[in-house]
């Protein structure tokens, strides 16, 4: 399947994030220049996707450094991306380079991204890449971006949903083939890879009979039998971005009438789930809508997980959609519904559809219908 995908607005994300230089520190203070060391912020930053480099972020300038590796690479993406960045080509030398760029910006508070520093990084950024500099640390700084998905990234995502729905028709019927899980979810990846996925979102879940109940237990050897209840749980990547989605089915009839009742009261909970989103609306309210449903049937204790999370260049991102989170979510924000019930002696039922948020409600990516 090729489609053809729109372009991305990279240019304006820099600015929005030196606007929040002000207040960026995690104490509210703010900062001079941000070092951003997660390389899928730096993807989102600047569309350079190796594995390996850091960005510098100044009012007046990004400095991307990378190693001999990327060179080609990052030159011909920042090109593509729109993005003027200077780029530097170091090995050995990064920190010189990067400090020398520090000192000649005159950085007084330079924040760090504390989630994504690790130990050995911050004692050589203080012993020898920034001395005299203020490390300051920052928290979610391009996350908090990144929730609010432009034209170019729904896109992208609404493909990589599309590729999952239309391998899921065409390996479903093999369900009832004597497959074992890890056999199933091979045929789902090739088929999803065949479609033009670049790659799975995760490890295929395929949770058969009593694995099933185990919600994200990895495919095995188990052979997939009459009377199971078969979650599968399942996503494509295109140009980065991400799907989920999670679909239950009971192979042959159902054994009993709990299975029966479990898919009834899932399928309950994950409409009204999804019928709760809208752009304002607190996503522990929308947590609340499924739970609600499900401990009316007697199942509270058997929602071992929140009701979902967004979904972009990671497969797990903010905002997250659960009982503590504080977000409220906002139109353009890609989320996932995706309640469940797990009986160890039933099986287990959890139905996933990735939505996009609007501002009267929500529009559904994932098409796969849930019920056969
Ligand atoms: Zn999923
Ligand atoms: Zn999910």
Not at 118 to 127: A, C, K, V
Not at 209 to 231: E, F, K, S
């Amino acid at each position: 399947m090729v489609v053809s995908l729109p372009p991305m607005e990279f240019a304006s994300r820099t600015a929005r994030l030196t606007d929040r230089f002000g207040t960026a520190a995690e104490d509210g203070d703010g900062i001079d220049a941000l070092l951003v060391t997660s390389m899928v912020n730096i993807r989102y930053l600047t569309g350079f996707t190796g594995s390996a480099g850091i960005l510098l972020v100044t009012p007046d300038e990004l400095l991307l450094v990378t190693d001999g590796r990327y060179g080609e690479q990052a030159t011909a993406q920042l090109a593509a991306a729109g993005v003027s960045a200077r780029l530097e080509i170091s090995t050995y030398e990064q920190a010189e380079v990067v400090g020398g760029a520090v000192r000649d910006a005159g950085v007084q508070r330079l924040g760090l991204e504390a989630e994504h520093v690790t130990w050995g990084q911050l004692r050589r950024f203080t012993d020898s890449w920034f001395p005299g500099v203020e490390l300051v640390p920052t928290r979610g700084l391009v996350e908090v971006l990144r929730r609010v998905k432009d034209a170019g990234e729904v896109a992208r995502i609404e493909a990589a949903a599309a590729i999952a729905d239309q391998a899921f028709e065409l390996v479903r019927h093999r369900l009832e083939d004597g497959l074992t899980e890890r056999e199933f979810a091979l045929e789902l990846d090739t088929e999803m890879r065949r479609l033009g996925a670049e790659g799975t979102s995760f490890e295929t879940i395929v949770g058969s009979g009593p694995n099933g109940a185990r919600p994200h237990l990895r495919p095995t050897d188990r052979q997939i039998r009459v009377g199971d209840l078969v979650v599968v749980d399942f996503g494509a990547v295109v140009d980065g971005y991400c799907s989920d989605m999670t679909r239950t089915l009971a192979v042959g009839e159902f054994a009993d009438a709990t299975q029966r009742r479990m898919v009834e009261v899932v399928l309950d909970a994950q409409a009204a789930g999804v019928a709760a989103v809208a752009a304002g609306v607190a996503a522990s309210a929308i947590d609340d809508t499924c739970r609600r449903i499900i401990a009316a049937a007697g199942w509270g204790e058997a929602f071992v997980h929140g009701t979902g999370h967004g979904v972009g260049l990671e497969i797990h991102e903010d905002p997250r959609v659960s009982k503590t989170s504080d977000a409220v979510v906002e139109a353009g924000n890609v989320i996932t519904v995706e309640p469940g019930v797990y009986l160890p002696e039933h099986g287990g039922v959890r139905i996933e559809d990735t939505v996009v948020v609007t501002a009267e409600g929500c529009r559904a990516l994932t098409r796969t219908p849930k019920t056969w």
